[in-house]
Nanobody
């Protein structure tokens, strides 16, 4: 059974930083890309960042480029999202997700497994 468990969300002031973690079990983690998505109230789930199976390639939404960094540790079966210079518009539930291949798609319906989500709230 594949499980993804996020941690690290919380409340932070605008301009602050936060790091999210996602642990994966039940799948050969190093064989798959990983992605982070977010969903704000009343909005569609959107791609935030993705990382290839090896960690050599990373991809970002334009809205977070230069502020967020995705990384992974295959030895720990974990993927991370480091968020700097946070803005109120970054407020959302953040999800990690496991797709079917070695490179991360930008569309959520190409991901097979999802974490439960972790709330990130940025106050102004």
């Amino acid at each position: 059974q594949v499980q993804l468990v996020e941690s690290g969300g919380g409340l932070v002031q605008a301009g602050g930083s936060l790091s999210l973690s996602c642990g994966v079990s039940g799948r050969t983690f190093s064989s798959y890309a990983m992605g982070w998505f977010r969903q704000a109230p009343g909005k569609e789930r959107e791609f935030v960042a993705g990382i290839s199976w090896s960690g050599e390639s990373t991809y970002y939404a334009d809205s977070v480029k230069g502020r967020f960094t995705i990384s992974r540790d295959n030895a720990k079966n974990s993927v991370y999202l480091h968020m700097n210079s946070l803005k109120p518009e970054d407020t959302a539930v953040y999800y990690c997700a496991l797709p079917r291949g070695i490179y991360p798609p930008r569309v959520h319906n190409e991901y097979d497994y999802w974490g439960q989500g972790t709330q990130v709230t940025v106050s102004s």
